[in-house]
């Protein structure tokens, strides 16, 4: 391959002849383009004669020169004409560049954007919310259309196989909580209510709400992700057209299956908690497990576990809808996915949050203490 | 480079997937200027030989060399400088979605030469745009926000950013209207014949292969069973071929063809 230098350089009756040697490609088009930026004569003519490979990239200098410097050019090859006249017709004004708005703007159009978004999500969950229920109520009068195998399956896949993961991170918690708790607690000397603590955080708050963000981190972002692709894959659209309901076929299973998986891990979540803290308490409290279960089963009352278990599905609703409900919206790119299935997470594990709040209130007010 | 080399040599290769096997001992050569079509039913493993000659895809044998230079186990830094000299086009276009379209046509040139002033890489993003038929705000656009055939030509326009020598092309034509179609198959063969482009086209579209194909490879029974122009391939004693070329289809692509070349 020649690598010659540029272009020689001489005038000619008066008008400034450019002779280019060797290949006039984008080898060599980034110098050679800034050389021809500092020529200021006028009336080029541009000699081809000695260029041995031109590709679209030098034609395009070429016809730059011709374009805006009146060029002429001489000793092109057929072959080299057809490439400038190729690249000549392609010379149209094309757009290359988003247009940005001035900064003060830009911050109100995406403050604006972003509480548009906010709202559409909750009027479009509160209408998704609408449309399970409508399709719970199809499936209740034709129980033919119940798909107990795809329910069956997100049994597998949102509880059994989650029971591993929550079982261990819930022991881990309850650990933390007694350890933290005895050491506050000996100050007064009232280690003997640590117990206290692990049993009832675990089965009031703890339990269910570790669950509720493990399953929104496992199934939740899992739903959009898989509905998100189907999206994309006009998987929905086909299922649509062919009179299968997407609502009835994917989102009820995995909905149904969240709710009910839900109370079963929370309270397998307070349990493997409660374990973690006894197997502290024995060995640094030296309080023997027996003493630890009697003590455990006076001081936990059966509304604590009531709260759980009412909570429970309702966090498992949220986080399945929030899931299902952003998988669907997805649209045009991949990215889409990906952007889609974080918010259902984020969205999930706040909303679970918030009403755990309101759930607080509400128990308290009801004098479950 | 001898000019008789042939710039893709394929030989005796193997590939498949589990127990089933796709290739075997295929054999094929590209030759310099050529625009080569491969044809072949759906399965053959049209794709898998194209995924196997740009490296994506290690055959269990054979040997493929390109530009003179063998690509089976080669690293990456070292495949790179043969990478420089080829363009793909992908069936679906394959553009990077978080990228305008006018960004996806500079990867390749920002990659290998990124010294390039933005102006002018703007301006060159602008004609290559503009060559490969897309309207002129599609430069600024997600390909999100573009339909399926305007994909296809954001990807041609990303394959031919680099100038390559050699362009893979697979389907082109698929999903394109025909006005769309005969326009890229004029494209593709005027760049051939002012850049000297080597072209391996896979298609189904018998028009492109009566318009532009100076050869046609047939894959069928894990094979190449014949190269050769398109007379030539009609002339053999294969069911496949016959019922391809001689079938409804391909008469009517033939006549349109031979009308073409009365009127020129």
Redesign the interface.
Known sequence: MTVTPDFARHVEDGRCVLRFSGNLTLLRVRKLSEQLEAIEADRLVVDLTEVERMDTVGAWLVHKLERDRGAKIVGATEDQQTLIDHVAAADQPVKVRREHEPPFRQVLFELGTATQTAMGTMVGLLGFLGAMIISTGNIIRHPRRFRFNAVVMRFDVVGVRALGIIGLMSFLVGIVIAQQGAVQLRQFGAEIYTINLIGRSAVKELGVLMTAIMVAGRSGSAFAAQLGSMKLNEEVDAMRTIGVSPMEALVFPRVLATVLMMPLLGFYAAIMAIIGGGIFTWMSLDIPPITFVQRIREVVPDTDLYQSLIKAPVFGLIIAMAGCYQGLQVEGSAEEVGLRTTTAVVQGIFMVIVLDAFFAVFFTGIGWL | MAEAEPIIRVRGLTNGFGKQLVHDGLDLDVRRGEILGVVGGSGTGKSVLMRSIIGLQTPQQGEITVFGEPMIGRDEEEAKHVRRRWGVLFQGGALF??L?V?ENVQVP?REF?P???QE?M??????????SG?P?????K????LSGGMRKRAGIARA?G??PELLFLDEPTAGLDPIGAAAFDQLIG??R????LTVFLITHDLDTLHAICDRVAVLADRKVVAVGTIAELMALDHAWIQEYFNGPRGRVAANIAEREEAAT
Do not use: R
């Open positions: 979605s978080t305008t006018a040139i030469f010294g390039i002033g002018l703007d301006e060159i993003a602008a004609y290559k745009i503009s060559m897309l002129a705000d599609a430069g600024a997600f390909p999100a926000e031919l680099l100038d005027e760049l014949d002012a850049l000297g």
